[in-house]
C-alpha cells in the first residue's frame, strides 16, 4: 500500500509539548533544528476537557519567530475564532469536523481571511461522507491518530488506514491538500504514515522530549528512508 504524497514532507511541532514558560526560546529551538513550521494546540474546555490558549499567545509565537504557524482549533463553534487567528499572523486554521454545524461556511471563512483551510477527524469519525462535499475548499486534512485534548498518547494504529484513504480521496479530487497527521506520531512510525501518504507529520512529545535536536534528526531520516524505498 503506496501512495507517497507529491509534496514535500513536513515535520510540525507541537508547542503543547513545549515549556510555556519559555515558549518563544521552545519554539525556535524546534526550527533551528529544521522544523517546517509550528502547531499550535487550541483548546477550549468544551470540545476537549483541557483549556490551552488561545490567539494573543498564538500571535505572540508567531512574532517571536516569523515562522509558519498552524492553529489546530480543537473548540466548538470555531467560526468565532476565525478572524483572530487570522489576525494572529497564522498560515492555517484547522477545524474539527465534529465541531461545527456549517463545516462549509468555517472552511470559505479561513479562506476569505487569507488562511489555509483545514479540517481534522477524530479518531472514531469516518471518512468519506464527510469530506467530499467540502473537498474544494479544503488545504489541509488532519487526521487525529489520538482522541484530541491530550499530548503524549499512544498512537491509534487504525489511523493508518484513514490516511490511506484520504489521500486517495485526495488524490480523486485532484486537490493539492496536505495530509496532516497528529496523535502519537514518533520517528518509529513516521515512514509508515509518509508511505500511507502522509506529508505533514505533528509531533509533541516525541520533539520536545529529551535532545529536541536529535528527535528532528530522527524523524528525518525516517522519513528520508521511507521516501527512497
Ligand atoms: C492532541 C493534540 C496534538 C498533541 C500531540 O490533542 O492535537 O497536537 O499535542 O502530542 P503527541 O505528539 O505527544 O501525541
Ligand atoms: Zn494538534
Redesign the pocket.
Known sequence: MNSISKHQVRILP????ADFSRLGEEAQRALSAGAHGL?A?V?DGQF?PPITFGADITRAVVEATGARVDA?L?IVEPEKQIEAFAKAGVKGITVHVEATAHLHRVLGMIRDAGCEAGVSLNPATPVTESLRYVMPLVDRVLI??????????K?IPEGLDKVHKVARLIEAHESNARLQV?????PENAGVLVRHGADEL????????GDVAANIAAFESQIRAALTV
Do not use: E
Open positions: 507541537s508547542l503543547l509539548a502547531h494546540d483548546m476537549v489546530h480543537m487525529m491518530t489520538v482522541n484530541p485534548g491530550w499530548g503524549g498518547q498512537f497528529d496523535g502519537g506520531v514518533t505533528v509531533a509533541g512529545s516525541a520533539v520536545y522530549k
